[in-house]
């Protein structure tokens, strides 16, 4: 099938330059560069990137743009698993699916943590992009997809995360006062049965704080007898308390179609790591692609909230 760009098949549309980066553009061996997560700075924007080595763990890069769209990979990671100290035994497999948030004019950046013990969030923090300073762990074993708040809701911080509960994949949200110690926790969405997203969902953007609610664009999972499929779709929760759900989007926002979302390392997998909305609503979610490219979907955020919940 030849993709169409957009309308009649996903609400949100392909940049035609996609994919924006593959590991042609990364300066240093690699296998392939995914999952990232978008800054704006006041240089333009930058992503955080997963690149896989290939050796088959994976660091972070830093690609800079002026416009969003083209960008240029830093000649070396800026963040590679931890070899000594505390952290070495959490990352022995790698460090994966970065998701930036600011807060208070100070840059996080919540990942996964991969080990022979299991995967887990951990938290960090930076103030030029290139250096980053580890503050821990932040979940047990077996919770990944943790994604920041912009602020605090009643004084606290607030994330999603995707703890694995009897093999069941749902979005939480869970509050801390310092955001080292989560508790509180509560279920936000799970799977449905009979839909796109019915074995496994996860939180993917940081939340955008709308008028209406916090806009969650998050991923799905659906088996099909020839593997997985990933999809992007979105949720509006309740601005005081994110546990509520006023909207859920009944259909994929996007869907694996182009043939570098369906052929790669993990095919048929569109995987967001953050979004930017520009003054004028515009808005940029960048995705990952077969676990191969970084790509750009277009749309703007009056769209998004228009389409994504008829
Ligand atoms: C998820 C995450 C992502 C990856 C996706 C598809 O579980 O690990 O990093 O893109 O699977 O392989």
Redesign the pocket.
């Known amino acids: 099938m030849r993709p169409r760009n957009g309308k009649g098949l996903d609400i949100i549309s392909r940049w035609e330059g996609n994919p924006a980066l593959t590991v042609e553009d990364v300066p240093f061996r690699a296998n392939t560069v995914?999952?990232g997560s978008p800054i704006v700075t006041r240089d333009g924007v930058y992503i955080l990137l997963?690149v896989e080595g290939q050796q088959g763990g994976s660091v972070f890069a830093l690609a800079r743009s002026k416009d969003g769209l083209r960008f240029k990979v830093d000649p070396e990671p800026v963040m590679l698993p931890a070899r000594d100290g505390p952290f070495a035994d959490m990352e022995t497999k790698g460090i994966?699916?970065p998701r930036v948030t600011i807060i208070d004019g100070v840059t996080y950046v919540m990942y996964?943590v991969v080990s022979d013990a299991g995967y887990r969030i951990a938290l960090a923090r930076t103030n030029d992009h290139v250096n980053y300073e580890r503050m821990g762990p932040v979940s047990e074993p077996g919770n990944?997809d943790g994604v920041l708040f912009p602020r605090r809701i009643n004084g606290r911080y607030v994330r999603l995360d995707r703890p694995i509960g009897a093999g069941v994949g749902s979005i939480w949200v869970s509050y801390s006062p310092d955001l080292m110690n989560w508790g509180d926790a509560e279920v936000v969405i799970q799977p449905r049965r009979g839909y796109w997203d019915e074995f496994r969902i996860?939180a993917s953007c940081p939340p955008i704080e709308t008028s209406e609610g916090w806009l969650e664009i998050y991923h799905g999972v659906k088996k099909t007898s020839a593997g997985?499929i990933?999809r992007i779709g979105t949720v509006l929760l309740d601005l005081d308390d994110p546990a509520k759900v006023i909207k859920r989007s009944v259909a994929p926002v996007l869907s694996p179609r182009a043939e570098y979302e369906r052929i790669g390392d993990?095919g048929n997998?569109v995987?967001a790591c953050g979004a930017v909305v520009e003054e004028n609503g515009d808005m940029k979610i960048y995705y990952?692609a077969a676990?191969t490219s970084i790509c750009v979907a277009l749309t703007s955020l009056g769209e998004l909230m228009s389409e994504s919940f008829k």
């Open positions: 995914f999952n997963r994966e699916d996964t990944k996860g997985p990933y993990v997998v995987f990952g676990d």
